[in-house]
């Protein structure tokens, strides 16, 4: 299917500082989820969406990024030695997978900013924003679906999920209205990380956006808000709010979302995905029954 998105802006200039030490010298997107670094499935879910035109908007943790998303002609030359085709598979994997570009960030001041450095890149046109703390599972195609709704309705189009109202807080929160689609929203409000207990519904944006390029002046022109950053949510809620059709709209997602962002996520991330495998689920599954009744009492 074609898409007039063909590009796709990934921020990767966090600092990691959750994942401290581990995150010393290692950027958190590098980080494995099971054996893949967290980033690798983001860029694998943007190439099966058909967009393999990837930017990092990268910080201080450029060069693993960019020897992750290379050839590695030493390594690469000692298993083709050693004839090892199955290893060698693994290391061409993220090689040829994306026509990855870099820009840097320069100062973090905050994910509508990382953005804002994707301006030229996309040069004038629609495109997907991909945060890498959340893995969609490949099995769901939340990504196509949101290119579908922007294609039909020439919108701006952000990921939404029902969240536990104890965790809104940790998220953008947006109020919506109902559209003819079961699975189609137009958003009226949106708010960043809520004071706990005054979220205005349950409904969480997801690391997932499609934008179109209406969002770069907004942008410019958006003020540091949570956290002293500027943010894209805030950016979306002037275009929301600025149109009465509504220029904003929120595909729910009911599927499978791994979150990696902080530890626990992390680790819990890395046993759902292992115990799907299935090079390593029936071993996993089975130990788990036996290590669950530890607990026990
Ligand atoms: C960002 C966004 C937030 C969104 C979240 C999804 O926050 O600012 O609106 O709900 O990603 O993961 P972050 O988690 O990067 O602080």
């Known amino acids: 299917m074609r898409h007039t998105v063909t590009k796709v802006v990934i921020p990767a200039a966090g600092l990691g500082t959750r994942f401290l030490p581990a995150t010393k010298a290692l ?4 980080l494995p989820v099971v054996d893949k670094p967290a980033i690798q499935y983001v860029v694998e879910e943007a190439v099966r969406a058909g967009l393999p035109d990837v930017l990092f908007v990268t910080g201080r943790n450029k060069n693993a990024l960019e020897n992750h998303f290379d050839r590695a002609t ?3 030359s000692i298993l083709m030695r050693k004839g090892d085709e199955e290893r060698l598979s693994k290391v061409a994997e993220s090689t040829g997978l994306a026509n990855v570009h870099y820009v840097r960030q320069g100062d973090p ?7 804002l450095r994707s301006q030229a890149h996309v040069a004038g046109n629609s495109f997907a924003v991909l945060l890498g703390d959340d893995i969609i599972d490949e099995r769901d195609h939340l990504l196509e679906r949101m290119l579908q709704v922007h294609d039909q309705r020439d919108t701006n189009v952000v990921a939404l999920m029902e ?8 998220y ?8 003819e689609e079961d699975d189609v929203v137009r958003v009226r409000g949106l708010v960043e990380k809520p004071e706990r207990g005054t979220a205005p519904s349950n409904l969480a944006v997801v690391g997932r956006y499609v934008l179109k390029p209406e969002i770069f002046p907004v942008l410019e022109r958006t003020k540091p808000g949570r956290g002293g950053e500027i943010q894209l949510t805030d950016a979306l809620l002037t275009l929301a709010e600025d149109h009465s059709d509504g220029r904003v ?17 992390y680790i819990k991330a890395n046993v759902q995905l292992a115990a799907e495998r299935d090079d390593l689920g029936p071993g996993l599954r089975a130990w788990l029954r036996e290590f669950v009744q530890t607990f026990e009492d």
């Open 27 to 30: 950027p958190k997107e590098m």
């Open 249 to 265: 709209h929120g595909v729910i997602f009911r599927g499978r979302r791994y979150d990696t962002g902080d530890r626990l996520d």
């Open 109 to 115: 001041l905050g994910l509508g900013h990382a953005v």
């Open 74 to 76: 030493e390594l690469e």
């Open 172 to 179: 953008g929160v947006a109020t919506v209205e109902a559209t």
């Open 163 to 170: 969240v536990d109202p104890s965790q809104a807080h940790l």
